[in-house]
T-cell receptor
Framework: DAKTTQPPSMDCAEGRAANLPCNHSTISGNEYVYWYRQIHSQGPQYIIHGLKNNETNEMASLIITEDRKSSTLILPHATLRDTAVYYCIVRGNNNAGNMLTFGGGTRLMVKP | NAGVMQNPRHLVRRRGQEARLRCSPMKGHSHVYWYRQLPEEGLKFMVYLQKENIIDESGMPKERFSAEFPKEGPSILRIQQVVRGDSAAYFC??????????????FGPGTRLTVT
C-alpha cells in the first residue's frame, strides 16, 4: 500500500472550514484514499473514501487531485467536537491482509 | 442498529495472568480485525479473521497472543502470561466485506488493558 504524508498538527477556528491535506505520491491505479478520525481515546471513525472523483457525504468532502498524488479532506464548518486525529490511508485490493495502515495522522485542534 | 461491541471496556491484569478480550461485530459483518494502540502511538494491525478462519495474522506477536472467531459467538483476542508491555488499547473493527470499495471498517470503543 502507498505511503501517506500528513502535517502532524493543524488549528482551525470553530465554524470555519478545516482543510486537511494528504500526500500519496506513490499511489497506484487501483488504490483508494480513505479518511478516518480518532477522537480522544475512542475507536477510529470512518469518514469518507474515494478513488479519483471528488466525494461528499454528511460528514465531509474529499478532493483528490487529477494526478491522484494528493488529496484534501474538508470539514465545511468545523465544531469543537471535530477535534481529533485525522488519518489518511491509501488502500488497494492487492493486499490479502486487508488491514488499515495508520500513520501519524494530523492532530486537528478546533478552537473557539 | 448496534455497532461493534467490545468487552470489557477496561481490564486490569497482574503480570503472568491471562487476558481475554471480546468483540461482537456489527450485524451482517463477517470480517473482524484487531488493532493495538500503545500509549501515545498509532494503531497497529494485529490480525484479520473471518468466521472460523484466520486470514492474516502478520501483525500478531509470535508468542502469547492468539485470536479466534468461532462460528457462533464473538471474536476473542487472548493474551497469555501478560507483561507490562501489553498494556494498551485494543480495538476491534468489522466490515461486511474484505474487498474495496465496500471496505469501510467500523471500530468498537476498545478495551483498555492495564497490566500491573
Amino acid at each position: 500500500d502507498a505511503k501517506t504524508t500528513q502535517p502532524p498538527s493543524m488549528d482551525c477556528a470553530e465554524g470555519r472550514a478545516a482543510n486537511l491535506p494528504c500526500n500519496h505520491s506513490t499511489i497506484s491505479g487501483n488504490e483508494y484514499v480513505y479518511w478516518y478520525r480518532q477522537i480522544h481515546s475512542q475507536g477510529p471513525q470512518y469518514i469518507i473514501h474515494g478513488l479519483k472523483n471528488n466525494e461528499t457525504n454528511e460528514m465531509a468532502s474529499l478532493i483528490i487531485t487529477e494526478d491522484r498524488k494528493s488529496s484534501t479532506l474538508i470539514l465545511p464548518h468545523a465544531t469543537l467536537r471535530d477535534t481529533a486525529v485525522y488519518y489518511c490511508i491509501v488502500r488497494g485490493n492487492n493486499n490479502a491482509g486487508n488491514m488499515l495502515t495508520f500513520g501519524g495522522g494530523t492532530r486537528l485542534m478546533v478552537k473557539p | 442498529n448496534a455497532g461493534v461491541m467490545q468487552n470489557p471496556r477496561h481490564l486490569v491484569r497482574r503480570r503472568g495472568q491471562e487476558a481475554r478480550l471480546r468483540c461482537s461485530p456489527m450485524k451482517g459483518h463477517s470480517h473482524v480485525y484487531w488493532y493495538r494502540q500503545l500509549p501515545e502511538e498509532g494503531l497497529k494491525f494485529m490480525v484479520y479473521l473471518q468466521k472460523e478462519n484466520i486470514i492474516d495474522e502478520s501483525g500478531m506477536p509470535k508468542e502469547r497472543f492468539s485470536a479466534e472467531f468461532p462460528k457462533e459467538g464473538p471474536s476473542i483476542l487472548r493474551i497469555q502470561q501478560v507483561v507490562r508491555g501489553d498494556s494498551a488499547a485494543y480495538f476491534c473493527a468489522s466490515s461486511p466485506s474484505g474487498r474495496v470499495p465496500t471496505y469501510e471498517q467500523y471500530f468498537g470503543p476498545g478495551t483498555r488493558l492495564t497490566v500491573t
